[in-house]
Every structure is written in structure tokens, then in C-alpha cells.
């Protein structure tokens, strides 16, 4: 993974500092609260509803086991002893005091970590596929790319005051586990017909208020001309995108209202404009940055654990668990082991010190002391070898982490909501958690099979819903909260915006739709087919019907 060298070091210490001496001015009365919030949304400090949050970055969601432990420390140090996974694979501490910020930023430095960029009208946290370098048929680790796009947008003078905020994905396979159709840019790393690696772009997905499915700006770009092919996009949207109305200021609109046509007409122009040579990367630093991403040095082992296979077949848990939580590695004798932060019950996403504490220690252990956070709210430690999946998993039962249900329909994600966000207009945590005990049994979770549910505390769409098998809305009306539920949403390289039902529903009434969404399917499904699947053949009437007919 990557590691700092003297500029990373510097600059992040630097800001650091700076902030520490913005803090001591606000703190003092010397900064309002409007003027101190511009330098503290740099740094990644919201004012939540009840105290300060501050985001951390983890950079295409990679970490080392030392970092982990440093989130730990801060969770009990500094905060109430947990954190919180995001959709944008980062962590969340939800109770800072804002004289300890300073001190925050200074400890996750001494681990080559910041919260730079995880805020603000700039390029956000780049994200990846959480099986990065580790999956099978992926055509290139999409990591290099992500870590070669952090730099050159880090502190990037033209980019730093965008019309706002600004998204970037990048995945190296053909599944799309990094949800690349619904950013202002995805890059797809592809192979042409001469056998050239390259870049399929994507321009101008999104969620929020006017969700769109990105759509192709570029079907091959060379990878040398990835940066001056990136800049011209950038340009052409500082110039174009709406700073009038923040609604209509994200790149979606932009494409949306200009056409795709003559948008890329012009961000061609501005390429060709462009010095090529000047902007695109060293081709040495390009190879130091790939050198970090080298493969390790993978043991020579058989396909199969027998050990393994007989402890899964004495054992019904551990089955159940190796059936949904593993997944194929590109090397034989390793598996790859998604870690569930969803327990029955639980809150989507949040991990304790001592959860975080067990992570570091089994990933230490059993995973090279690398971890990768996924923008589904969970982990994934991605060097396992399968003699030691037993043990691995013995330890994640001592830490309570593990639930078997990833892909499954308790494997919910969910934003804060209402209980922690000042711009959500209803809780997302109680939904999720009826919804997650309503199918807690493991037997029917297996019946039901893939589906995905997603929820959002508001219209800014933190939880995915948009793209949700089935997405849930909440949203207020005259004082109470009530839930919207859309069906069909998708954000794999299939990707579809889910279609709204009709009206919502009471926070109680929320999971007893699900179910009626749910039985739907299990009575009309075909032998074999997923909930999306059946969706697609069936479309919403037998769903509605099941929603709205009287009971």
C-alpha cells in the first residue's frame, strides 16, 4: 500500500498546524462560527446536530493495521469509543470536541492519515473496488490510478473551489464493486482491441435531489493522457458548472442541460488545448507509486484447505458464513473475507474501538496487516489464506464481527439520518435496524437470496437509495417522518435509478412494506432469479399492488 514520502509528510503537518491556530481563533472569539466554517469543512469538520464530526479520509479505502489501531486510540480518546464507515469508504467520529480537533489531525499524521478534502466544494475521497489487485479477472489494480489522482487533486490551485463538490471512482474489472455509473466521473480500466490498457470515462452520474446514471465521455483514453484528459474535464466545468444554485451545480446538470454532445465536444477542445506533456504524470512517479501496489509475495498453496472443508462441514455456522461472506481470490489457496459491520439489529457501519482494535490484530495475523473499507460499510481483508479461514474466523466471533450476510438482505447500508446529520429530515438507524431484525432468521435471509436495501435521511442521498434494490427515502411532512420506497435502483455495472411506488410510509409502517415487497417476490420469483432479476422481468405493478392494496 502506499506510503508517505517527505512532501505527503510535510504538507499534511503543515495543515495541520494551520488549523491548530485557526481552532485556538475560533475557540477565542477571534472567528465567527460563519467564518471559521469554510477553514473547518478543509480540514473535514461538520457541525452535526448535536456536537463537531470529523471525516477521515482512507483513500481508495485502503489501510494498514497500525492506522486501524490509531482510530481506535482517537474513538476512545478523543470520542465515545466507536466510529462510523461512510458510503465514501471513509471513517466518521461523530463526537469531537473542537479544542481536540487539533490534536486529532496530529495523531492520524503520525500514521500517514489526514481528513484533508473529505468536505468542501473540491474533489473528494477517490474511491475503488474494495477487491482491488485481489480480484479475478480484473484487467489492472485500479489503486495506482486512485492514488496517482489523489496527488495530483490535493491541494490542486485551479480545483480547490469547485461549484461544488466533486466525485471520482476508479475500478480495474468488469463487476463494478466501486459504483462508478453514479459518480461525476468513473473510470473503467479497460483493454482495446490492440491490446492497450486505457480508460473508459464516465461523466456525470450522481445522486441527491436529480439522480443520473454517468454516461460514456470517452470509451478508450491512453492511460498517459489520463491527468490532461481529467484537467479539461474540470476546466470546462469550472467555467460552466451553475455556482448560483447549488442544486443545479454538480456535473450531472451540466451534462444534463448541455447534452453530452456538445459537452464533450468542448472538453475535447480544452483537451486539445491542453499541454499534454506538461500535465500528464512523470512516468517515474507513475512507476513509484505503482511500486507500492507491487503484489506480495503470495505462497505456493493447493486450491483448496481440506482442513478447511471439513471444519465447514462439522460446523453449520462457519458454513453459512464462508457461503456469503468469502469471495474468489486471483490466487489459489486465498481467499478473499468480507468482514460484515452489519450485525442483526446493529447500526449500518459502526465499529467499536475494540472492534477496530480485533480488526487490526486479525488482519495483522491472517491479511498482511492490510484492510480495505468498501462503500458498502464494511471491511475486507484481502490476503487471506484459506488454512487459516478457521482460525480467522474464530477470532471474528470473539469481536462480534461475524454476522453472515454480506450481499444479503440485512447487509443494509444506511446514513447517520436524523440521529446525528443537521440536514436530514428523518432517522435512517431505527428503520434499518426494524428492518434488520424483521429478517434476522438465517434460513429465510438465504431463501430471499442477493438483494440490496438502502436508506437515506434525506434528499442528499448519503445512504444510496437512488440505487437500491429497494431504496427507502426519508423525507418530513407537516412534523412527522414518513418513507418513501423506490424499487428497481442498481449500482453495478447494470445501474438503474430505482423507481418511486407511490406514497410513503410511517417509520412503523416502514418494515412491514419491505416485507409485503418481499413476499411478492418469493411468490412470483422464477427458479433462480434474483430480486432484481424478477423486478426487471416483472416490473413495479405486483409490488404496488402488494404496497397499496387494502390490508
Known amino acids: 500500500m502506499y506510503r508517505y514520502d517527505q512532501f505527503d509528510q510535510k504538507i499534511v503537518a503543515e495543515r495541520s498546524g494551520q488549523f491548530r491556530a485557526q481552532v485556538a481563533r475560533r475557540l477565542s472569539g477571534a472567528l465567527t462560527e460563519d467564518e471559521f466554517k469554510p477553514l473547518r469543512l478543509m480540514n473535514g469538520l461538520y457541525l452535526q446536530l448535536h456536537a463537531y464530526m470529523l471525516r477521515v479520509a482512507i483513500p481508495y479505502g485502503t489501510l494498514s493495521s497500525r492506522q486501524m489501531r490509531k482510530l481506535a486510540h482517537i474513538a476512545d480518546k478523543y470520542d465515545r469509543g466507536f466510529g462510523h464507515f461512510t458510503t465514501r469508504q471513509n471513517l466518521q467520529f461523530n463526537w469531537p470536541k473542537l479544542k481536540d480537533v487539533p490534536d486529532i489531525l496530529d495523531e492520524l499524521a503520525e500514521v500517514e492519515m489526514h481528513a484533508i478534502q473529505?468536505?468542501?466544494?473540491?474533489?473528494?475521497?477517490?474511491?475503488?473496488?474494495?477487491?482491488?489487485?485481489?480480484?479475478?479477472a480484473e484487467i489492472e489494480d485500479p489503486r495506482p490510478t486512485a492514488e496517482l489522482l489523489r496527488q495530483w487533486s490535493t491541494f490542486h490551485p485551479e480545483f480547490t473551489y469547485l461549484p461544488r463538490k466533486f466525485k471520482i471512482a476508479v475500478t480495474g474489472a468488469d463487476d463494478d464493486r466501486a459504483a462508478i455509473m453514479v459518480h461525476d466521473i468513473g473510470l473503467k480500466i479497460i483493454r482495446n482491441d490492440r491490446g492497450e490498457v486505457g480508460y473508459r470515462v464516465i461523466l456525470g452520474g450522481g445522486l441527491g435531489r436529480t439522480p443520473f446514471v454517468g454516461r460514456i465521455v470517452r470509451d478508450f483514453l491512453p492511460k498517459a493522457e489520463l491527468l490532461p484528459y481529467i484537467e479539461a474535464i474540470m476546466r470546462v466545468y469550472n467555467t460552466h458548472g451553475r455556482r448560483d444554485n447549488k442544486y443545479k451545480a454538480r456535473i450531472k446538470i451540466l451534462v444534463h442541460e448541455t447534452g453530452l454532445e456538445d459537452l464533450r465536444a468542448e472538453i475535447e477542445a480544452e483537451f486539445a488545448r491542453n499541454d499534454i506533456a506538461a500535465i500528464a504524470a512523470d512516468a517515474d512517479e507513475v512507476a513509484r507509486i505503482e511500486a507500492y501496489f507491487a503484489a506480495p509475495s503470495y505462497e505456493t498453496l493447493p486450491q483448496l484447505s481440506k482442513s478447511f472443508e471439513i471444519a465447514k462441514a462439522n460446523n453449520e455456522a462457519l458454513g453459512r458464513w464462508a457461503e456469503t461472506n468469502l469471495a474468489d481470490h486471483k490466487i489459489p489457496g486465498y481467499s478473499i473475507v468480507n468482514i460484515s459491520i452489519k450485525p442483526v439489529g446493529g447500526v449500518p457501519g459502526d465499529v467499536t474501538s475494540a472492534q477496530m482494535i480485533a480488526l487490526a490484530d486479525l488482519a495483522e495475523r491472517y491479511s498482511l496487516s492490510e484492510l480495505r473499507i468498501t462503500h458498502r460499510q464494511n471491511v475486507v481483508l484481502p490476503y487471506v489464506r484459506k488454512n487459516d479461514l478457521e482460525a480467522l474466523w474464530q477470532g471474528l466471533v470473539g469481536a462480534g464481527l461475524a454476522t453472515d450476510n454480506i450481499g444479503l438482505v440485512t447487509d443494509i447500508i444506511a446514513c447517520?439520518?436524523?440521529?446525528?446529520?443537521?440536514?436530514?429530515?428523518?432517522?435512517?438507524?431505527?428503520?434499518?435496524q426494524k428492518i434488520s431484525t424483521t429478517f434476522a432468521d438465517p434460513a429465510l435471509q438465504r431463501d430471499i437470496g442477493p438483494l440490496d436495501i438502502k436508506i437515506s435521511g434525506c434528499i442528499n442521498a448519503c445512504g444510496h437509495h437512488h440505487v437500491g434494490h429497494i431504496g427507502i427515502l426519508g423525507l418530513e411532512k407537516r412534523g412527522e417522518e414518513y418513507y418513501q420506497i423506490t424499487l428497481g435502483g442498481d449500482a453495478t455495472e447494470t445501474a438503474a435509478i430505482g423507481e418511486i411506488t407511490g406514497p410513503g410510509f410511517s417509520e412503523d409502517e416502514v418494515a412491514d412494506a419491505v416485507s409485503r415487497i418481499i413476499d411478492t417476490y418469493l411468490e412470483t420469483r422464477n427458479s433462480g432469479e434474483s430480486f432484481i432479476e424478477a423486478y426487471r422481468r416483472m416490473g413495479p405493478s405486483p409490488f404496488k399492488e402488494a404496497l397499496y392494496a387494502p390490508h
Do not use: E, F, W
Open 118 to 136: 473529505t468536505s468542501g466544494n473540491c474533489i473528494r475521497n477517490v474511491t475503488a473496488d474494495h477487491y482491488a489487485g485481489v480480484a479475478t
Open 416 to 432: 447517520p439520518g436524523m440521529d446525528y446529520c443537521a440536514l436530514a429530515t428523518a432517522r435512517s438507524i431505527p428503520v434499518a
